[in-house]
């Protein structure tokens, strides 16, 4: 099973709405990603969860807090977003951290910020 | 500094016609990957293939087929007598060993779009 679930598929909220965005994988990969891709765009990396230890963070706004409450679950908490944070957000995870090792996605969560 | 191009941005093909979407990469590394990504409409990245940057061995699953060079730095992707579910955006990405410690980052290329008529 190399399946890769999130809720929800899509979302409005508006800017000063609080939502979670929701990642989960049963596969026991050690690594998980959240990306942002906007129209026409490749993705482009946000956060990557090592062993459930945030270890890289892309320079991200703070309006975004990602959480790895077990090695099966990412969240992505949203708050206080812009009209520009409006775009796909796929999840990813892998099985190590190392360049060799493929990712696989979600379907993602459309967001729509009002 | 890693950079992969993806320099055709869309193609559009009848149905039962090949094509060939061009990857070309750049990295100082000596060990690296390669990947390519299909995004169906649907908006999901499916993984299609891993290349190692010591093994130039050409790939072929089904109508799928992958030529590496790394005398071109080049990593292309072959459809044989493409269908109409093979319309998606395709992405290729380079991964660095050197970069990656804490987590696979991936440099993907601008990806190109693919679309095949009935």
């Known amino acids: 099973d190399t399946e890769v679930t999130q809720t929800p598929k899509h979302l409005v909220m508006g800017m000063t709405n609080k939502k979670s965005l929701k990642c989960e994988q049963h596969?026991?990969?050690?690594?998980m990603y959240w990306y942002k891709q906007k129209a026409k765009k490749p993705p482009e990396l946000m956060f990557v969860?090592?062993?459930?230890?945030?270890?890289i963070n892309e320079s991200v706004p703070s309006r975004f807090s990602p959480e790895c409450p077990n090695s099966s679950l990412l969240n992505l908490h949203l708050h206080a977003l812009q009209p520009e944070d409006s775009a796909l957000y796929l999840c990813?995870?892998?099985?190590?951290?190392?360049?060799?090792?493929?990712?696989?996605f979600g379907p993602g969560t459309r967001l729509t910020v009002t | 500094a890693q950079k992969v191009t993806q320099a055709q941005t869309e193609i559009s093909v009848v149905e039962k016609e090949d094509v060939t979407l061009d990857c070309v990469y750049e990295t100082r590394d000596t060990t690296y990957y390669l990947f390519w990504y299909k995004q169906p409409p649907s908006g999901e990245l499916v993984f299609l293939i891993r290349?190692?940057?010591?093994?130039?061995q050409n790939e072929i699953s089904g109508r799928y087929s992958w030529n590496f060079q790394k005398s071109t730095s080049s990593f292309n992707f072959t459809i044989t007598a493409s269908q109409v579910v093979d319309s998606a955006v395709y992405f290729c990405?380079?991964?660095?060993?050197?970069?990656?410690?804490?987590?696979?980052?991936?440099?993907f290329g601008g990806g190109t779009r693919l679309m095949v008529k009935p």
């Open positions: 990813a995870s892998s099985q190590g951290t190392g360049s060799s090792y493929e990712q696989y």
């Open positions: 290349r190692n940057s010591f093994d130039e």
């Open positions: 596969m026991g990969h050690r690594a």
């Open positions: 969860y090592s062993y459930e230890k945030l270890s």
């Open positions: 990405a380079l991964s660095e060993a050197s970069r990656n410690n804490a987590g696979n980052m991936l440099t």
